[in-house]
């Protein structure tokens, strides 16, 4: 190897030990504290470290990275070409079985499928089942397998044009249903191949609400794939956006409220560039047409209401790193009420990472245990909320540290 070649993390251990052991004391996390997170004695972290013990496993390697925070595995590793984004938490013990389900095609199967009327009374029982639940992953986990194999057979064995469309829009929303369940697990190429099933049987179907609803979570996964990927998400949000505005003028409630959603993601998006006046405009779109719902309207998929507005509004000032207006409007979005468990808890988080922001991290664990309150599962597999808590976790605040590791017992972050 030449002199001044970048060396390779795993086949010169101690280096990559010494990655581990920097990371971990910028964090002023001990040895044994470290060796808890991951499941190992310090005795086998201190020879890791020392470049004594032989290169951990990939998923070892894994388990660091998340324990330490780090937000991109080539900083720990080393090496560029690995780039792997690591805000994604562990998998949910009915992934496999979802996963099943939608790797399966039963081609030559001869099952008839329910009724299409049952199916979307299942469907739409599964939706409330979400909103309503604390653990929500587990709710629609356990439903979503039959869910898929009933949609797909459904498209399968629809005769005519008009039963191949309607069966194609209930295919299309049981894929964005099972996005929800999807996010933040620890399968991105399943997530994508959901995303983009999703569109396809949405654009089949011809209906502008499934097409609006894919449009939707497909760009969410793009943005969430990182930077690079934001004009592919704002490429989708417009082509979108620019589809259902001649519909607007007359559109139900459900449509308008997708549009509506639509063009809040063209100003996340704008926010997370750090782009402050895109960003709010966009967000005030957003507000005139939720203004044109009924009051108590909520949009299944997306929460899209009037109600969801200041949350919203959270969330991009959030991203543009103002502490205080953060802060500001969370004390104005309280006054709305959240109802659907999951986006209340999302909503709790946002709230948490402004407080962070403006220097307030006691009232940050707070928002956090309220997250938890709500909807144990959103947190859990929320990569925001594990990093406060895991910082909070090593606060010299003898106080915060306990309510801080508290909570993240009892949710799983940390071993009890």
């Known amino acids: 190897m030449p002199r001044d070649a970048t060396p ?41 470290e020392n470049g004594q013990q032989k290169t951990p496993s990939l998923d070892m390697v894994m388990r660091i990275a998340e324990a330490l925070r780090v937000r991109d595995l080539a900083d720990l590793t080393g090496r560029p070409e690995t780039h792997v984004d690591l805000f994604i938490g562990p998998g949910h013990p009915r992934l496999a079985a979802v996963r099943a389900a939608v790797d399966s095609f039963p081609l030559t199967s001869s099952a008839e499928p329910p009724p299409v009327a049952h199916l979307e009374a299942r469907l739409h029982a599964a939706w409330r089942e ?9 709710a629609i986990g356990r439903l979503l397998p039959d869910l898929i194999r009933d949609a797909q057979a459904l498209v399968r064995h629809a005769d005519t044009g008009t039963e191949r469309r309607r069966a194609q829009a209930v295919l299309a929303e049981v894929y964005s249903l099972s996005q929800f369940f999807v996010a933040y697990q620890p399968d991105s190429s399943l997530l994508w191949r959901v995303a983009e099933r999703g569109m396809v049987a949405a654009q089949e179907s011809g209906d502008p609400h499934a097409i609006g609803v894919a449009s939707w979570l497909l760009a969410q996964a793009h943005r969430d ?36 959603a639509l063009e809040f993601e063209l100003g996340y998006t704008a926010a997370r560039r750090r782009e402050t006046g895109t960003a ?19 949009h299944p998929a997306t929460s899209f209401s009037r109600a969801i507005m200041g949350a919203h509004a959270v969330t991009v000032a959030v991203e543009l790193h103002q502490g205080g207006e953060s802060v500001r409007q969370a004390a104005r979005a309280d006054q709305n009420v959240i109802k659907s468990r999951p986006r209340r808890a999302r909503h709790r988080i946002e709230e948490a990472r402004g407080y962070q922001l403006d220097n307030q991290p006691e009232t940050a664990v707070a928002s956090l245990e309220k997250a938890a309150e709500a909807a144990p599962d959103t947190i859990r597999y929320n990569g925001y909320a594990r990093a406060i808590l895991l910082e909070e976790v090593e606060s010299t605040q003898a106080a915060r540290r306990r309510r801080a590791a508290e909570l993240a017992s009892r949710i799983g972050i940390l071993a009890a």
């Open 8 to 48: 390779d993390p795993y086949a010169d251990s101690l280096r990559f030990g010494q990655r581990v052991q920097i990371l971990r004391e910028r964090r002023g996390m001990t040895q044994t504290q470290l060796a808890d997170l991951v499941g190992v004695s310090p005795h086998t972290l201190r020879k890791i």
């Open 225 to 260: 794939s990182g930077p690079r990927h934001f004009e592919a998400a704002d490429a989708v949000n417009r082509e979108a956006v620019s589809y259902l505005k001649p519909l607007l003028a007359d559109a139900a409630d459900d449509v308008l409220a997708i549009a509506g």
């Open 130 to 138: 979400r909103h309503a639940s604390k653990n929500h992953r587990e």
């Open 280 to 298: 709010w405009r966009h967000w005030d779109k957003a507000n005139d047409m939720a203004k044109r719902l009924p009051a108590d309207y909520y």
